[in-house]
């Protein structure tokens, strides 16, 4: 992978973090998403802005979100969808998305041009490009923070309410938290790995803790995580890094190396490959989604630092009744 890729993946890692940063200051300034808490009977769900969008069967739907993404190709027949963002599109393959529109990037005016009749978009949507489109007639459902699986549980939850899915949007969320709390079961608590997430940008350091995708996988891998007493995405330093010492570092690919060339961070036990320790690089596309991505980059980290699962003991024959 070229020097230039992996900057502007690694760019794209923090541009997200920031991104549901800012996502999530703006839904704390009002109450609505407090109100948010659709059922099977609802007539309309409120967004992270707190705009009441009616239930509907929706038949031509845009989604400007990743998130969304999954959750309609994953609850709904793709006959219903008119464009995906598709940026995010590892969890599930890219033949999911063939035949759709990819409208990541797309105008006002090219959004339009779907006629879509239900746009959904993520909680960084520019605010202005989402008052032309209401101001159009069309409603526009703004996702909240992407916070790991306790947002996109909230997000199933509502976008397959929304699209008339409610019972396939909560068993998608019930699924995805089951199979990540499998990942890691046959790791014994005690004792696990301390890991710890960086994403290398420049020369900034960025970390993922409590409330972030990436603390859910490190847990579901079979780590604890270094930030545990930290919240959100903080910038972290590289004395605080040596402080830290973690015995794995999830990181972008290309990454590892540049990190440990740098600021003395050579003396990381990780870098010096030292018994027991780790540097695990997953795919961007991957370890930036808040989403089903989770899983599959969860997996990686688990096989990279435990090994393979164990299969489970199996049950001893029953004896003939003929014998």
């Not at 230039?4 to 760019?11: K, M, V």
């Not at 938290?177 to 079961?185: L, T, W």
């Not at 790791?187 to 803790?209: F, K, S, T």
């Given at each position: 992978?070229?020097?230039?890729?992996?900057?502007?993946?690694?760019?794209?890692?923090?541009?997200?973090?920031?991104?549901?940063?800012?996502?999530?200051?703006?839904?704390?300034?009002?109450?609505?998403?407090?109100?948010?808490?659709?059922?099977?009977?609802?007539?309309?769900?409120?967004?992270?802005?707190?705009t009441a969008v009616p239930v509907r069967p929706y038949r031509r739907i845009a989604s400007l979100s990743p998130i969304a993404d999954a959750i309609l190709l994953?609850?709904?027949?793709?006959?219903?969808?008119?464009?995906?963002?598709?940026?995010?599109?590892?969890?599930?393959?890219?033949?999911?998305?063939?035949?759709?529109?990819?409208?990541?990037?797309?105008?006002?005016?090219?959004?339009?041009?779907?006629?879509?009749?239900?746009?959904?978009?993520?909680?960084?949507?520019?605010?202005?490009?989402?008052?032309?489109?209401?101001?159009?007639?069309?409603?526009?459902?703004?996702?909240?923070?992407?916070?790991?699986?306790?947002?996109?549980?909230?997000?199933?939850?509502?976008?397959?309410?929304?699209?008339?899915?409610?019972?396939?949007?909560?068993?998608?969320?019930?699924?995805?938290?089951?199979?990540?709390?499998?990942?890691?079961?046959?790791?014994?608590?005690?004792?696990?790995?301390?890991?710890?997430?960086?994403?290398?940008?420049?020369?900034?350091?960025?970390?993922?803790?409590?409330?972030?995708?990436?603390?859910?996988?490190?847990?579901?891998?079979?780590?604890?995580?270094?930030?545990?007493?930290?919240?959100?995405?903080?910038?972290?330093?590289?004395?605080?890094?040596?402080?830290?010492?973690?015995?794995?570092?999830?990181?972008?690919?290309?990454?590892?190396?540049?990190?440990?060339?740098?600021?003395?961070?050579?003396?990381?036990?990780?870098?010096?490959?030292?018994?027991?320790?780790?540097?695990?690089?997953?795919?961007?596309?991957?370890?930036?989604?808040?989403?089903?991505?989770?899983?599959?980059?969860?997996?990686?980290?688990?096989?990279?630092?435990?090994?393979?699962?164990?299969?489970?003991?199996?049950?001893?024959?029953?004896?003939?009744?003929?014998?």
């Amino acid at each position: 992978m070229s020097r230039t890729r992996t900057t502007l993946l690694n760019t794209l890692a923090l541009l997200l973090a920031l991104g549901a940063c800012l996502a999530i200051a703006t839904s704390q300034r009002g109450v609505a998403v407090a109100t948010r808490g659709p059922s099977e009977d609802a007539r309309e769900v409120r967004d992270a802005d707190g705009t009441a969008v009616p239930v509907r069967p929706y038949r031509r739907i845009a989604s400007l979100s990743p998130i969304a993404d999954a959750i309609l190709l994953e609850t709904i027949p793709a006959d219903r969808l008119v464009g995906l963002s598709g940026t995010m599109r590892e969890a599930l393959g890219d033949h999911r998305f063939s035949g759709i529109r990819s409208i990541d990037g797309a105008s006002v005016e090219q959004v339009l041009a779907l006629d879509p009749d239900l746009v959904i978009v993520s909680g960084m949507a520019d605010a202005g490009h989402v008052r032309q489109l209401r101001d159009a007639g069309v409603p526009v459902f703004r996702l909240g923070e992407m916070r790991g699986l306790a947002s996109f549980a909230e997000d199933a939850r509502d976008v397959g309410t929304l699209v008339g899915a409610a019972e396939a949007g909560v068993e998608l969320a019930a699924t995805l938290s089951r199979r990540m709390r499998a990942v890691a079961a046959d790791v014994p608590l005690a004792g696990r790995p301390r890991g710890l997430y960086l994403g290398v940008i420049g020369r900034g350091l960025y970390g993922g803790a409590n409330g972030t995708s990436y603390h859910d996988v490190l847990l579901a891998a079979g780590l604890e995580d270094a930030l545990e007493h930290m919240d959100s995405w903080p910038e972290l330093t590289p004395e605080q890094v040596l402080e830290l010492d973690p015995d794995v570092v999830l990181l972008h690919p290309g990454t590892g190396a540049s990190l440990c060339q740098r600021d003395g961070l050579a003396a990381l036990r990780a870098c010096r490959r030292a018994p027991g320790t780790h540097l695990v690089e997953v795919q961007s596309g991957l370890l930036n989604d808040p989403g089903l991505g989770m899983l599959p980059c969860a997996e990686r980290v688990r096989a990279a630092v435990h090994g393979a699962p164990r299969p489970p003991p199996s049950a001893p024959e029953e004896p003939s009744p003929h014998e």
